[in-house]
């Protein structure tokens, strides 16, 4: 069955330190999220791609994340500098939608980050 | 910011019981889905209502949409050990099927 994969699972950094999260996406998928989940809240869209293009970054904290997905495939988050409030699971999702039907996502395993 | 709340936020039953919980939404909507996450792992897709329909069933899942109360309910009956875990309602924002937002969770804990 097909996964989307993210890594690392586990980061650990000190704050002001510059932290990244890598995601493929299941192949064929054109739209890409990249979801904040902080400890017992659901998860918060931080951006979302078409192919290689941003559809929505309006909750990004531009000031120190930023995220690329180049060719339109994989997909880099990137955090610089880090901040004690950034400790969360960075989540990618990715799915088949195209504007017809129904946009249902498959989500990878996450990666932990920890900011002392 | 987040389109769905989920109620109860927690939840304790026995093996066997039925499990309900509910999700209200503030927006309209052109879909709503389940998802499931077991704790430290990604969220899994349960089922996907539409807006025209009013209740649908998978395995042991029961979903209702209530359009005009905003409001949906996911039942999982005869609940077993694995079903342990959180689940998030999910909505398109204003019938942007592109953008989905996720309500806070309900924790479901199933005792042996």
């Known amino acids: 069955e097909a996964e989307v994969a993210q890594s690392p699972r586990y980061k650990i950094t000190e704050k002001s330190q510059a932290v990244a999260f890598w995601c493929d996406p299941i192949?064929?998928?054109?739209?890409l999220y990249w979801y904040r989940q902080i400890l017992g809240q659901g998860p918060e869209l931080l951006v979302q791609f078409q192919d290689e293009s941003v559809v929505d970054d309006s909750q990004l904290p531009k000031d120190r994340f930023s995220a690329e997905r180049l060719k339109g495939v994989d997909s880099t988050l990137k955090i610089q500098p880090a901040e004690l409030g950034d400790s969360a699971m960075y989540l990618c999702?990715?799915?088949?939608?195209?504007?017809?039907?129904?946009?249902?996502?498959?989500f990878g395993a996450g990666s932990r980050l920890t900011v002392l | 910011s987040q389109q769905g709340e989920e109620d109860p936020q927690a939840l304790s039953i026995q093996e066997g019981e039925n499990a309900t919980m509910n999700c209200s939404y503030k927006t309209s909507i052109n879909n709503l889905q389940w998802y499931r996450q077991n704790s430290g792992r990604g969220l899994v897709h349960l089922i996907l209502?539409?807006?025209?329909?009013r209740e649908k069933h998978s395995g042991r899942l029961r979903v209702t949409l209530d359009t005009s109360k905003k409001s949906s309910s996911l039942l999982i009956t005869a609940s077993r050990a694995a079903d342990t875990a959180s689940y998030f309602c999910a909505t398109d924002e204003g019938g942007n099927d592109y953008k989905l937002s996720f309500g806070a969770g309900t924790t479901v804990t199933v005792r042996a």
């Open positions: 209502i539409r807006s025209n329909e």
């Open positions: 999702a990715s799915s088949f939608y195209r504007g017809t039907g129904a946009n249902v996502l498959t």
């Open positions: 192949s064929g998928h054109a739209t």
